[in-house]
C-alpha cells in the first residue's frame, strides 16, 4: 500500500480558495490575517492532519536545532551512556540528536560527516574510529562553520572543545590495586597506538610499573588486542609462555577482559588466584560474570552531559573566537572478584 501524501499548505490553501501565504502566516500565528480566517485555516489544517515540516523552517532560518553525534559503535555500554547524558541536556534546551555510527570504519566515519554537515546541524559530537588515518574530514566541519565537539578518541592535532577522560591516571590506579594484590607480571593489551585514549592507557600501564620497582618486560604486551577475538588469542599466546603472566590488563575494553576471562576458564586457570583480570568501562556484562570483573568506569552519562553543557555555554559566548578547551572526566576503578585475591 503507497504511503499516504504529505498534507501541505498549497493543498489547505486550494481547499480554502485562499493564498498560502494567507496559510502560511496563520499557520506561524501571525498578526497578518484575521482571527476569524486563522480560526477556519487551523480547523482545516487539523482536519487535514496537516504536520508543519519544522526541518524546512529551520534550514530557512539557518539553524535546525540538531546536534549530529558519530560514536564507533551505538551497542556498547560506554557510547550509549554518553549518548544518553546527551539527550537528557539537549532535550531541556529543544534540541534534537541525529546520531550516526561509523561501525570502526574510517570510510564510513567520513560518509557521516559528510551527511551531517550536508543536513547542516548545529553541531557535531564525535568519537573517532579505530581506523582513524587523516583528519581532514574533521577539519572540513569546521569549514562549514560547524560546532565540534571531541570526545573520548580523538583526534590530536585538531584544536577544538574537547571532553576526555584521564585514561593514564586510571590505568596506573589498575596497575597499583593489581599490584597491591600481589600480582607480579602483570600483561597488557593493547588498543591501536594511533588513537589518544589507548596511548595514554599504556602510559599509565608504563608509568605504574616504574612507580612500584617492577621491569617493564616487552614480551608481557601485545599490540591492537582491541576486541575480544583478538584479546582472546593474545591471551592464548601470553598463557603458554614458559613465564607466563599472573594478571592482565584488557586496557582497551569489558569485551577484551572478557576474552581474556573464557581463554582462561578454558584452559583451568583459576580466576583471580592464578591469573588476575581488570577490564575497562564497566559494561553491564562485568557484574554478572563468574567471577565478576574488575573495571574502570568511565562515568559516561556524566560525559554526555559535559558535552550538551559545553556546547550550549560556547553557544551562548559573546566571544566571537572560541578559545579550545578540555574538559577531563575522573574515571574510577571498581574492584571486583576478578582481581581480588586477599
Given at each position: 500500500m503507497k504511503n499516504q501524501k504529505r498534507t501541505t499548505i498549497y493543498d489547505i490553501a486550494r481547499k480554502l480558495n485562499l493564498n498560502a501565504s494567507s496559510v502560511s502566516r496563520a499557520l506561524s500565528n501571525t498578526s497578518k490575517v484575521s482571527e476569524a480566517t486563522k480560526k477556519l485555516i487551523l480547523d482545516t489544517a487539523k482536519e487535514m492532519n496537516y504536520q508543519p515540516n519544522s526541518l524546512a523552517s529551520n534550514l530557512r532560518r539557518g539553524s535546525n536545532r540538531t546536534i549530529g553525534v558519530i560514536v564507533p559503535r551505538i551497542n556498547q555500554n560506554f557510547f550509549a551512556n554518553v549518548i544518553a547524558g546527551l539527550e537528557e541536556i539537549t532535550y531541556e534546551h529543544g534540541y534534537?540528536?541525529?546520531?550516526?555510527?561509523?561501525?570502526?570504519?574510517?570510510?564510513?566515519?567520513?560518509?557521516?560527516?559528510?551527511?551531517?554537515?550536508?543536513?547542516?546541524?548545529?553541531?557535531?559530537?564525535?568519537?573517532?574510529?579505530?581506523?582513524?588515518?587523516?583528519?581532514?574530514?574533521?577539519?572540513?566541519?569546521?569549514?562549514?562553520?560547524?560546532?565540534?565537539?571531541?570526545?573520548?578518541?580523538?583526534?590530536?592535532?585538531?584544536?577544538?572543545?574537547?571532553?576526555?577522560?584521564?585514561?593514564?591516571?586510571?590505568?596506573?590506579?589498575?596497575?597499583?590495586?593489581?599490584?597491591?594484590?600481589?600480582?607480579?607480571?602483570?600483561?597488557?593489551?593493547?588498543?591501536?597506538?594511533?588513537?589518544?585514549?589507548?596511548?595514554?592507557?599504556k602510559e599509565g600501564y608504563l608509568e605504574a610499573l616504574k612507580m612500584h620497582g617492577f621491569d617493564i618486560v616487552p614480551e608481557l604486551m601485545r599490540e591492537n588486542a582491541w576486541t575480544q577475538e583478538l584479546s582472546a588469542a593474545a591471551t592464548r599466546e601470553l598463557l603458554s609462555l614458559p613465564n607466563p603472566p599472573d594478571a592482565i590488563f584488557a586496557s582497551t575494553s569489558d569485551f577484551s577482559a572478557l576474552g581474556v576471562l573464557e581463554v582462561a576458564t578454558k584452559m583451568g586457570i583459576s580466576v583471580p588466584d592464578q591469573l588476575g583480570i581488570c577490564g575497562y568501562s564497566n559494561e553491564a556484562f562485568t557484574e554478572i560474570t563468574s567471577p565478576s570483573i574488575t573495571t574502570i568506569d568511565q562515568h559516561s552519562v556524566d560525559m554526555g552531559k559535559a558535552i550538551a553543557k559545553l556546547y550550549f555555554k560556547e553557544a551562548r559566548s559573546e566571544a566571537e573566537v572560541s578559545v579550545p578547551r578540555i574538559i577531563n572526566i575522573q574515571p574510577q576503578l571498581i574492584i571486583r572478584d576478578s582481581t581480588l585475591r586477599n
Open positions: 534534537n540528536l541525529v546520531i550516526c555510527q561509523s561501525n570502526e570504519s574510517y570510510e564510513r566515519e567520513m560518509e557521516c560527516v559528510n551527511t551531517l554537515i550536508n543536513q547542516q546541524v548545529n553541531c557535531i559530537v564525535i568519537s573517532v574510529t579505530a581506523e582513524f588515518q587523516d583528519d581532514e574530514h574533521i577539519r572540513n566541519i569546521l569549514k562549514h562553520g560547524i560546532q565540534l565537539i571531541q570526545f573520548d578518541r580523538v583526534a590530536d592535532n585538531v584544536d577544538t572543545l574537547k571532553v576526555l577522560n584521564d585514561n593514564r591516571q586510571s590505568s596506573i590506579e589498575a596497575i597499583s590495586h593489581l599490584i597491591e594484590q600481589g600480582y607480579k607480571r602483570i600483561a597488557l593489551l593493547e588498543g591501536p597506538q594511533n588513537l589518544n585514549i589507548f596511548r595514554q592507557r
